[in-house]
T-cell receptor, first 112, second 113 residues
Framework: TQLLEQSPQFLSIQEGENLTVYCNSS?????LQWYRQEPGEGPVLLVT?????EVKKLKRLTFQFGDARKDSSLHITAAQPGDTGLYLC????????????FGTGTRLQVTL | KAGVTQTPRYLIKTRGQQVTLSCSPI?????VSWYQQTPGQGLQFLFE???????NKGNFPGRFSGRQFSNSRSEMNVSTLELGDSALYLC????????????FGPGTRLTVT
C-alpha cells in the first residue's frame, strides 16, 4: 500500500512569512499533484509535476518533485490570508492515474 | 465551462438505509472518480468509471457501488448505511484516461444517524 505523509500537520503563521510543506513516501509515483481545499468545498488542483527534480512556480508558490519521485515540497513566499486552507498532495501511477493516493494533509492558517 | 456538480450537497440518513449520490462531470470529461473524505482517514479512493465501465476500484466493501451513464454522469450508491459511512463524498472528473489531473466537485456531506 502506498502512503504519503505530509508535514507539518498544522501550521499557523502571520502574513508575510514564508513556509514549506513536505510530502514524503517510500514509494515511487509517476506524478504528484498538489491541491488546496477550503471548508465545505472540494479540493482545487494547484499543480501537477511528473519529472523527477521538476520545479514549478505559480506566483508565490513553488513546487518541487524529488529526484527519485518519492517526495515533493510546496514553498509559499510571503504568505497571505487568502492562502489559508488544507493543502493536499496526491500521487498517481501510470495505468491507474485516476486512482490518486492522497497525503495526510497540512492545515495552514495565515493571520494578519 | 461549468465545473463538476454534485447533488445533493447535504444528506441525513438513518443506519440501515441506502443512499444514492449523483455527479455531473465537466463537459467533455469521460472519466469520473469517487472519493470518501473523513477526518480520521483523509481522502480515500472509492472507484473510477470511464466510458460506463469501472476501471479502478479502491478497498471499500461491496456496499459501495457506482455506475456511469452514456452522458458520463455518474452515481454512487451505499447500501445498509453504517455510522462510519458519515463523510464528505467527492466526485472528480478528468479529460481522458490516463490523466493525472482531476477536477473535484464540491462534495456531498452525508450524515448517518
Amino acid at each position: 500500500t502506498q502512503l504519503l505523509e505530509q508535514s507539518p500537520q498544522f501550521l499557523s503563521i502571520q502574513e508575510g512569512e514564508n513556509l514549506t510543506v513536505y510530502c514524503n513516501s517510500s514509494s515511487v509515483f509517476s506524478s504528484l499533484q498538489w491541491y488546496r481545499q477550503e471548508p465545505g468545498e472540494g479540493p482545487v488542483l494547484l499543480v501537477t509535476v511528473v519529472t523527477g527534480g521538476e520545479v514549478k512556480k505559480l506566483k508565490r508558490l513553488t513546487f518541487q518533485f524529488g529526484d527519485a519521485r518519492k517526495d515533493s515540497s510546496l514553498h509559499i513566499t510571503a504568505a497571505q490570508p487568502g492562502d489559508t486552507g488544507l493543502y493536499l498532495c496526491a500521487g498517481g501511477n501510470t495505468g491507474t492515474a485516476s486512482k490518486l493516493t492522497f497525503g495526510t494533509g497540512t492545515r495552514l492558517q495565515v493571520t494578519l | 465551462k461549468a465545473g463538476v456538480t454534485q447533488t445533493p450537497r447535504y444528506l441525513i440518513k438513518t443506519r440501515g438505509q441506502q443512499v444514492t449520490l449523483s455527479c455531473s462531470p465537466i463537459s467533455g470529461h469521460r472519466s469520473v472518480s469517487w472519493y470518501q473524505q473523513t477526518p480520521g482517514q483523509g481522502l480515500q479512493f472509492l472507484f473510477e468509471y470511464f466510458s460506463e465501465t469501472q476501471r479502478n476500484k479502491g478497498n471499500f466493501p461491496g456496499r459501495f457501488s457506482g455506475r456511469q451513464f452514456s452522458n458520463s454522469r455518474s452515481e454512487m450508491n451505499v447500501s445498509t448505511l453504517e455510522l462510519g459511512d458519515s463523510a464528505l463524498y467527492l466526485c472528480a472528473s478528468s479529460l481522458e484516461m490516463p490523466s493525472y489531473e482531476q477536477y473535484f466537485g464540491p462534495g456531498t456531506r452525508l450524515t448517518v444517524t
